[in-house]
Antibody, heavy 123, light 109 residues
């Protein structure tokens, strides 16, 4: 069974930067689109960014566009989220999630989630 | 952007009861593009249902999904203690810009 493991979370000051990593195992990573979803304390789920299986196509929520960069290394089975110009409202648990269907032209539900990386933006 | 509304916000129920959760979309959603997730405190969400009615691998058959167009339902036929959690619906597929509903919390009466 597949697994995702995030790392890189922590406490950062407003305006700072952080890079999250998500290590994948147990499935053919390069065959699946991947997504970052975040959850602010006590709140619901918010889509942040997605990347196609080959890494060429990237997409961002308006709230993070221009500040966050999603990327992937299919040779290392790792997904990344580079976050810069961080704001208080970026405080959240960040989950990486795997599309349920391989090499699909549509975007699917997420059948595997990581345990989450906590990011706290605070002065 | 498709906005999802879930009702009720919170349900207080007893083990053994039947529960029906509602998810309403601001515009029509293709049935194949509607999913349901369960999230317990301190845990990541878990996919329960995709394509409006297809149970994910390992999901007990007491969970079922139905609906079409703008109205979708998740039913738990008989609540068990491990089912007390928050449930989210999600629309996906039109673009990577997926959206989630605000969630329904099912807690113990």
């Amino acid at each position: 069974e597949g697994q995702l493991l995030e790392s890189g979370g922590g406490l950062v000051q407003p305006g700072g930067s952080l890079r999250l990593s998500c290590a994948a195992s147990g499935f053919t990573f390069g065959n699946y689109a991947m997504t970052w979803v975040r959850q602010a304390p006590g709140k619901g789920l918010e889509w942040v960014s997605s990347i196609g299986d080959a890494g060429a196509d990237t997409y961002y929520a308006d709230s993070v566009k221009g500040r966050f960069t999603i990327s992937r290394d299919n040779s290392k089975n790792i997904l990344y989220l580079q976050m810069s110009s961080l704001r208080d409202e970026d405080t959240a648990i960040y989950y990486c999630a795997k599309d349920a269907v391989a090499r699909n032209s549509a975007w699917d539900g997420f059948d595997i989630w990581g345990q989450g990386a906590r990011v706290t933006v605070c002065s | 952007e498709i906005v999802l509304t879930q009702s009720p916000g919170t349900l207080s129920l007893s083990p053994g009861e039947r529960v029906t959760l509602s998810c309403r979309a601001s515009q029509s959603v293709t049935s194949s593009q509607l999913a349901w997730y369960q999230q317990k405190p301190g845990q990541a969400p878990r996919l329960l249902i995709d394509g409006a009615s297809a149970r994910a691998t390992g999901v007990p058959d007491r969970f079922s999904g139905s609906g079409s167009g703008t109205d979708f339902t998740l039913t738990i036929s008989r609540l068990e203690s491990e089912d007390f959690a928050v449930y989210y619906c999600q629309q996906h597929g039109r673009s990577p810009r997926t959206t989630f509903g605000p969630g329904t919390k099912v807690d113990i009466k």
